[in-house]
Nanobody, 115 residues
Framework: QVQLVESGGGLVQPGGSLRLSCAASGSIFSINFMGWYRQAPGKERELVATITSGGTTNYADSMKGRFSISRDNAKNTLYLQMNSLKPEDTAVYYC?????????WGQGTQVTVSS
């Protein structure tokens, strides 16, 4: 079992920045892939960024150059640095961890970009 707890969301003005954190606990040695996803009201959940256990990253096109995913293995924490935020980035952001044969999700953290 893996437990994920996100934090760092909030209200930010357009053009601002936020850093999300996802603290992992439990069977973290079995995690081979982690990522951030988001879901806006009335929309499907979508990929934001992912990172493998080897450090390979992948981003959705609309996030490239603005968002950065990273992980601190010593702290068992995944991060998402979000810069140049836009109103359309408003969503609940979820952390995902994948082990062999199973996916885990956090409870989500709300990000609202508004003036």
């Amino acid at each position: 079992q893996v437990q994920l707890v996100e934090s760092g969301g909030g209200l930010v003005q357009p053009g601002g920045s936020l850093r999300l954190s996802c603290a992992a606990s439990g069977s973290i040695f079995s995690i081979n892939f982690m990522g951030w996803y988001r879901q806006a009201p009335g929309k499907e959940r979508e990929l934001v960024a992912t990172i493998t256990s080897g450090g390979t990253t992948n981003y959705a096109d609309s996030m490239k150059g603005r968002f950065s995913i990273s992980r601190d293995n010593a702290k068992n924490t995944l991060y998402l640095q979000m810069n140049s935020l836009k109103p359309e980035d408003t969503a609940v952001y979820y952390c995902r961890a994948r082990t062999t044969g199973r996916n885990y999700w956090g409870q989500g953290t709300q990000v609202t970009v508004s003036s």
